[in-house]
């Protein structure tokens, strides 16, 4: 069976992966390679299918074709405690289900690196503390989960993630419930992470432009089984994103600062014939 490969040029790779709900395809034959220092945003409209794609690039969910491969094998070739310490997942909402410490809800996240009884030791403390500090938390660490807010609950998820250590992370939608200062402070966390050698992160997110902003790369999913990959700039165009999500989108300019917004509402007619400006 497969053992863990941790390598700078390790990759996760897609091979003619196709995804479906129902009678609906969202990916169809869809081949690509997400490669160690890259930070992949993946985009796309309501129902196209980045939390599918996420579980089964985690290798939670069958693709309906196609198959998954981390360091050069199929994911259905190693076993659990390799792969999760090898990649690491961060599902959409997290549910607590009883009271604990911030501190021990991260710490679970340590489990694939405990030896003999599987007790924690120093150094597991010692991560989990670090994971804590990266994203503002910790003076959090004594708190009881069951207190936290949506937002707080959220940074306290991305940081038992880090604290896994693996090199890969497959985040869904982690700037959910957060307000801007905090999703700037989590990307911020994820781009000094991604610079230890070997690192890769994959993300879903709604905002086109804190992507376009901190990602390296863009996986853009149009709903219909098509997909658009490569550089975030390259990706995340008006063109692009005007298709994927059904409206027109305008990139705006100031200088060196970049944004997509919705372009301003077409002039109609009026009833009485005259031609008037959409407010």
Request: hydrophobic share 45%.
């Amino acid at each position: 069976m497969m053992q863990a490969h941790h390598s700078a040029h390790a990759a996760l790779s897609a091979q003619r992966l196709t995804l479906r709900a129902g009678s609906r395809t969202l990916l169809d034959a869809f081949t690509h390679t997400f490669y160690a220092g890259e930070i992949w945003c993946i985009a796309g409209p309501n129902g196209a299918g980045k939390t599918t794609l996420i579980s089964t690039l985690a290798g939670l969910s069958h693709p309906a074709a196609g198959h998954v491969e981390l360091d050069g094998a199929r994911l259905a070739d190693w076993q659990p405690l390799p792969l999760a310490q090898r990649r690491a997942l961060m599902p959409q909402s997290a549910h607590d289900a009883f009271s604990a410490s911030v501190l021990d809800i991260v710490m679970l996240n340590r489990f694939p690196h405990l030896t003999g009884w599987g007790w924690e030791r120093d150094a597991d403390r010692a991560a989990a503390h670090d994971a804590l500090d990266a994203l503002g938390l910790g003076e959090f660490a004594a708190r009881d989960v069951l207190s936290l807010s949506g937002g707080e609950r959220q940074r306290v998820a991305l940081a038992a993630v880090l604290c896994q250590q693996a090199p890969l992370l497959l985040l869904d939608e982690p700037l959910s419930h957060l307000d801007l200062h905090h999703q700037i402070e989590c990307l911020d966390a994820l781009t000094a992470w991604t610079r230890e050698p070997g690192r890769t992160v994959v993300f879903s997110c709604h905002d086109l432009n804190l992507a376009r902003r901190f990602a390296t790369h863009a996986l853009l999913l149009n709903g219909a089984g098509g997909a658009y990959a490569g550089p975030v700039h390259d990706v995340l165009t008006p063109a692009l994103t005007s298709r994927a999500f059904a409206y027109p989108l305008i990139l705006l300019r100031d200088g060196e600062h970049e944004a997509l917004i919705p372009a301003p509402r077409p002039r109609h007619e009026s009833p009485g014939g005259d031609d008037t400006q959409a407010s």
